[in-house]
């Protein structure tokens, strides 16, 4: 069974860099047909979507964030990491990590199941 754990910061200043990373157990991030991303919810909102990789290939963002994030991948380390850039209070929330069977549609609204991360709250405050 595979089980994902967000770690990093709970408080980033405005206009600095929210770097998260998540790391996988019970299944390698190279597992064919399988991708890996990053979703949040910022309060009294829904989840949306950040950016995604697949088992194979390059990384990909939903256009809305898609100048401020950057996604990573360590797989000796069997990682994945978020980095979203000049942010600001609108980017508090709940960051979770998720795997995902097939390339996810980052214009829609993701869907809550077993191979997520139990989420990490980042609260972005001077």
């Known amino acids: 069974q595979v089980q994902l754990q967000e770690s990093g910061p709970g408080l980033v200043a405005p206009s600095q860099t929210l770097s998260l990373t998540c790391t996988v157990s019970?299944?390698?991030?190279?597992?064919?047909?399988?991708?890996w991303g990053w979703i949040r919810q910022p309060p009294g909102k829904g989840l949306e979507w950040i950016g995604a990789?697949?088992?194979?290939?390059?990384?990909y963002s939903s256009p809305s964030l898609k100048s401020r994030t950057s996604i990573s991948r360590d797989t000796s380390k069997n990682q994945f990491t978020l980095r979203l850039s000049s942010v600001t209070p609108e980017d508090t929330g709940v960051y979770y990590c998720?795997?995902?069977?097939?390339?996810?549609?980052?214009?829609?609204?993701?869907?809550?199941?077993?191979?997520w991360g139990q989420g990490t709250q980042v609260t972005v405050s001077s």
């Open positions: 019970g299944a390698s991030i190279t597992t064919k047909m399988y991708y």
């Open positions: 990789f697949p088992w194979n290939g390059s990384p």
């Open positions: 998720a795997r995902h069977y097939g390339p996810p549609a980052l214009s829609t609204t993701p869907v809550r199941s077993p191979d």
